[in-house]
């Protein structure tokens, strides 16, 4: 949760795919999201989901025939047009896409959005030869030309039976697009690397040394950092989490391959952010074979592994190119004199300090709870917030450096 969508006014555009069903839950998720949420169903979607279920999860009135409206007094389009913030059409046909790429105003949708002036935000689904079809590829670009965002379908196994693109995306990918459309777009232009999660050490075939990261911090900085409007490119280690759309990830295992990663991009960044848990060592030896249990003992001789912030810190003097670099530094005693320690040793405009021994933040769960260090600056204390809005306030720290305290690059 990041409250950008709080108290917008969403009008939801449903057209008749069989994919419709699938937006019942959208309507919910914004009402969580603190949005207002009015429903505008076509006559075809009125036949895949009832007015009534929209109403009853809306919590409003739905919208459908461009006649049905009780009080003729108001003008129901041009009423719907000037409230809304954002218009998402979601599922959007072929014949919806058409109508609206040719300035049709024959059902009350397409007329809302013809008198609007809100933000359009078009999520086409449907057969993959109907997604193809000349016809519709031309449609969708007229739309875009409009300045009305398309969010591409996902490819995979269609109703229908057959494979191919035109899959209505899950929610969170849109949602994504909806907090991209609100957001101030500041990191245009700018690549950023973030990296995120454990690293895993390999000690034989089946068994690793790890550590507890989820990568839950670095991929809600990526998110915001593309919603933000920058090139995005996410190194990371093993997790679960499934990458934010539009962000290139390149997923890596040990330290060494991390490091490897962060410098074959480091000519292009304009802002690193090092979230990863890369482990400080590795198994000195990796057996090739599974270690047997045999002995009641087994002493394990570990090697350091780089320390690619120490390595980025110094490398950055030698670059022309400005750079933000920002340090995460996880901490279960002396947080604040460590982390200071590390932000001046490392040579970081930011360091990101956490208490990883306190409940509701550090690792794994979806809350934190931070310090920011910055050089010469008073520390920020960060209050708990969502991961999410903790990125929010870290990237807003980011392009404040940004905005010209980097102009010279550091001595
Ligand atoms: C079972 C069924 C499923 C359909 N699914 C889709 C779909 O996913 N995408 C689409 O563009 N049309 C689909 N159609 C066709 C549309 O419902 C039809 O073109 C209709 O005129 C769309 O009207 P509307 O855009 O005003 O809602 C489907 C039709 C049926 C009968």
Known sequence: MNYILA?????????????????????????REGAEVNVVLTEAAARFVTPLTFAALSGNRVYGAMFD??????????KLAGQADLILVAPATAQTIARLAHGFADDLLAAIILASQ??????????????????????LKILAEFGY?????????????????????????????????????????????????????????????????????????????????????????????????????????????MRD??????????IIIKAAAVSDFRPARRSEQKIKKSNAQLNLLLAANPDILLELGQKRKKRAKPLVLVGFAAESENHLKEAQRKLEDKNL????????????????????????????????????????ETAGRIIDEIVGLLGGKLMVEKK
């Open 7 to 31: 108290h917008k006014k969403i009008i939801m555009g449903v057209s008749g795919s069989i994919a419709a069903y699938k937006t019942v839950d959208w309507v919910r998720c914004l009402g």
């Open 69 to 78: 409206s009780v009080d003729m007094e108001e003008i129901p389009h041009i």
């Open 118 to 139: 809100a933000k359009i935000v078009i999520c086409p689904a449907m057969n993959s030869r109907m997604y193809l079809h000349a016809a519709t590829r031309r449609n």
């Open 149 to 257: 965002k398309i969010v591409e379908p996902e490819s995979g196994s269609m109703a229908c039976g057959e494979v191919g693109p035109g899959r209505l995306p899950e929610w969170d990918m849109v949602r994504r697009e909806l907090c991209a459309v609100f957001s101030p777009q500041d990191l245009l232009g700018k690549t950023i690397i973030v990296s995120a999660g454990p690293t895993h050490e390999p000690l034989d075939p089946v068994r690793y040394l790890g550590n507890r990261s989820s990568g839950k911090m670095g991929y809600a900085l990526a998110a915001v950092a593309r919603q933000r409007g920058a090139r995005v490119i996410l190194i990371s280690g093993p997790t679960h989490i499934a990458p934010p759309a539009g962000v290139k990830t390149v997923r890596v295992q040990t330290a060494v391959e």
């Open 261 to 270: 990663a962060v410098m074959k991009y480091f000519s292009e960044a304009d």
């Open 349 to 388: 405009d930011l360091l990101v300090v956490n208490d990883i021994l306190a409940e509701d933040s550090g690792f794994a769960v979806d809350s934190n709870r931070v310090t920011i260090l910055s050089c010469g600056k008073e520390k920020i204390e960060l209050p708990l917030l969502s991961k999410e």
